[in-house]
């Protein structure tokens, strides 16, 4: 017979110190990479809420960890944006990783503060599914304003930030650090998830989504870059 400690351990919106937090408690849309989905809360990138991803350098791979939930969204019907990317994105890569293109929106901006306009009005909108932002910094109330947003709108934010931005207190949801490895592979490590840390960073080919993942549920291998 269940104590009413176990049941009490065994609600959806509970977690232990060395878990993710349950899928129940933790709305997420599939990163395409089995490895990673297994450490992330709800098992993908997390919804209705912010995402860091911190890179000592652009251009290691780190997009193409995101191609498989864009592809996803975009054939659901669902709006990605590229809010003041570093890059013109390569549109025939996008489209060989499953993207409809149709359903992308490029947006332009100068200044810091446009960018950050233009991110909260698209992760207000129920359309889009997931918004991506490359500012130079990002304030505190700032954040606070587009998490909001993030909730308002249910879908996904993604801010790509200096790597030095990492030493800065967060309320993303979920913060990545990146870096890359001499195989070729990314070299991810958890800084902060709705849940415990992971004692070692994970090891992920991001031109090589999983097997595992349905191939109606992603497009054919690509590596899509900015430039």
């Known amino acids: 017979m269940s104590s009413a400690l176990d049941v009490l351990l065994e609600h959806p919106g509970l977690w232990r110190g060395g878990e993710c937090a349950r899928a129940a408690a933790a709305a997420a849309v599939p990163s395409g990479f089995a490895l990673l989905d297994r450490c992330l809360p709800g098992g993908g990138w997390p919804q209705g809420a912010l995402t860091e991803v911190f890179a000592p350098v652009q251009g290691i791979g780190e997009f193409a960890l995101f191609l498989p939930a864009c592809a996803r969204l975009t054939r659901a019907g669902r709006w990605v944006a590229f809010i003041a990317p570093p890059h013109i994105p390569y549109a025939p890569a996008l489209a060989q990783a499953g993207l409809d293109l149709a359903r992308l929106l490029l947006i332009k901006t100068e200044a810091l503060t446009d960018t950050c306009w233009a991110l909260e009005q698209a992760l207000k909108s129920r359309h889009c599914g997931a918004a991506f932002a490359w500012p130079r910094r990002i304030e505190d ?7 909001l947003a993030a909730e308002q709108g249910g879908g996904s934010g993604f801010l790509f930030l200096p790597q030095a931005a990492a ?19 990314l070299e991810l490590r958890i800084l902060k998830r709705r849940g415990g ?6 090891r992920l080919d991001p031109r090589r989504p999983d097997a595992s993942v349905a191939a109606s549920d992603r497009g054919p291998r690509a590596l899509a870059h900015f430039g």
């Open 197 to 202: 840390l992971l004692a070692r960073p994970l």
């Open 141 to 147: 109330r700032t954040l606070r304003r587009l998490q």
């Open 167 to 185: 030493a800065n207190a967060s309320t993303a949801a979920l913060r990545l650090a990146l870096g890359a490895a001499d195989t070729g592979e």
